[in-house]
């Protein structure tokens, strides 16, 4: 079963992204004066935008076989967890749906579905 990362969220992580973006290029721009501004320009924020979507562009929450996968925030590679190890599952709306997951192992995971609900009833289950 695959839950859509919540669309709010994305939004949000793009703004971070394109604020973090106009920060690092106002310092480069002010500072370091590289000789072809246009071209610096074009060719950073081309690399912004690969980097972003290809490596920490979160992908859909899937449940399978008794387990759980998704992409962490921090990282580009997905992780897969055993229901039967997940300890506490809680939801929370506010800005964006979050679902925290804490493992047997004490670490905590925080997803973004799109709808919270099922993915609870999934997980309880």
Known sequence: M???IDRRYIAVQILKVCVYYILALTFVLLFLK???QIGFFGASLLACITIYYGLFFPANISVKNGTISFKRTDS???SEIKITDITRVETTSGLYNTVTLTVKSGVIYH???RDVKALEKVLKQ
């Open 2 to 4: 695959k839950f859509p």
């Open 34 to 36: 590289p000789k072809d």
């Open 76 to 78: 580009y590679e997905k």
């Open 111 to 113: 997803l973004h579905p």
